[in-house]
């Protein structure tokens, strides 16, 4: 009786595990088991895609879309285009394991880490995606129960790499309303009515300098102003303090770029 209890045991281990593993296709969106189907059996040695088969080799052809369903998690998966896409665990050829996520645009992104046969950190890398690139800002290799840091670029640098978008848009936003707040504040303080955006050659200087003064110049000199005026100036010096310091801080990153790049 516990011969037998023992054989279910492993056979129903065994098949948990396979559904564990098990790998799909989705085929004209239907999801099927994943399998592969016979292309071509050479009779001489061919190159393609930079892969030498030989006489008597077999190429098989497979749906690229497809994934894997581990404990119940959908991972390594690859879309139409072949590429890779999301949460991927890859066991390489010299029994590593590399863990990490692949963008829409099949490039690793984020926090990647590399395990050896018995699951202990040997690799740490860190890559973060610009607009036209994907950047590596952090590597640690770990060896022998000790950390070599090859990369580690500061926490200003990889901050602004990952929302340089959004840090540049604020800027244009604040810009951009400190500048409507001061023209308002301007024409109520001179009883004029001076339009955002307005241009006459004979008044060039003249406008160019009320340009000026409502895009850069603070309001230091808030109790000289109409009592309606007062809120409106330290809501300007707000918006004139961000953009001020977003500005710097992305000439102090830009200082900092070019510096790491000169080192690397």
Same mark, same amino acid.
């Given at each position: 009786?516990?011969? !037998?209890?023992?054989?279910?045991?492993?056979?129903?281990?065994?098949?948990? $595990?396979?559904?564990?593993?098990?790998?799909?296709?989705?085929?004209?969106?239907?999801?099927?088991?994943? &399998?592969?189907?016979?292309?071509?059996?050479?009779?001489?040695?061919?190159?393609?895609?930079?892969?030498?088969?030989?006489? /008597?080799?077999?190429?098989?052809?497979?749906?690229?879309?497809?994934? $894997? @369903?581990?404990?119940?998690?959908?991972?390594?998966?690859?879309?139409?285009?072949?590429?890779?896409? /999301?949460?991927?665990?890859?066991?390489?050829?010299?029994?590593?394991?590399?863990?990490?996520?692949?963008?829409?645009?099949?490039?690793?992104?984020?926090?990647? #880490?590399?395990?050896?046969?018995?699951?202990?950190?040997?690799?740490?890398?860190?890559?973060? @995606?610009?607009?036209?690139?994907?950047? #590596?800002?952090?590597?640690?290799?770990?060896?022998?129960?000790?950390?070599? !840091?090859?990369?580690?670029?500061?926490?200003?640098?990889?901050?602004?790499? @990952?929302?340089?978008?959004?840090?540049?848009?604020?800027?244009?936003?604040?810009?951009?309303?400190?500048?409507?707040?001061?023209? #308002?504040?301007?024409?109520?303080?001179?009883?004029?009515?001076?339009?955002?955006?307005?241009?006459?050659?004979?008044?060039?200087?003249? $406008?160019?300098?009320?340009?000026?003064?409502?895009? +850069? &110049? +603070? @309001?230091?000199?808030?109790?000289?102003?109409?009592?309606?005026? #007062?809120?409106?100036?330290?809501?300007?010096?707000?918006?004139?303090?961000?953009?001020?310091?977003?500005?710097?801080?992305?000439?102090? !990153?830009?200082?900092?770029?070019?510096?790491?790049?000169?080192?690397?």
């Amino acid at each position: 009786m516990i011969k !037998v209890l023992t054989i279910l045991i492993i056979i129903y281990s065994i098949n948990l $595990e396979v559904a564990y593993s098990q790998k799909f296709m989705i085929v004209e969106g239907d999801t099927l088991l994943f &399998k592969k189907s016979i292309n071509n059996i050479y009779d001489d040695t061919v190159t393609m895609n930079n892969h030498t088969f030989l006489p /008597g080799d077999t190429s098989f052809t497979h749906t690229c879309e497809t994934f $894997e @369903k581990v404990k119940g998690e959908n991972i390594n998966y690859t879309n139409k285009a072949c590429s890779r896409v /999301g949460k991927w665990i890859i066991y390489n050829d010299d029994q590593t394991i590399d863990k990490g996520y692949y963008n829409d645009d099949g490039n690793r992104d984020g926090v990647w #880490k590399s395990f050896d046969s018995n699951g202990k950190l040997i690799k740490k890398i860190e890559y973060v @995606k610009t607009l036209n690139d994907i950047v #590596k800002v952090e590597e640690i290799d770990y060896k022998n129960g000790e950390k070599f !840091v090859i990369r580690d670029d500061p926490w200003l640098y990889r901050f602004y790499l @990952k929302y340089y978008i959004i840090i540049n848009l604020i800027g244009a936003f604040c810009f951009f309303k400190k500048f409507t707040i001061n023209n #308002k504040i301007y024409n109520i303080e001179n009883n004029t009515n001076v339009a955002l955006f307005y241009f006459s050659p004979f008044k060039a200087a003249k $406008e160019f300098n009320h340009f000026m003064n409502c895009l +850069f &110049k +603070f @309001k230091w000199k808030i109790n000289t102003l109409k009592d309606e005026n #007062k809120s409106r100036a330290k809501v300007s010096n707000i918006y004139s303090a961000i953009s001020l310091a977003l500005l710097l801080g992305i000439f102090f !990153v830009s200082f900092l770029i070019a510096i790491i790049d000169k080192i690397i």
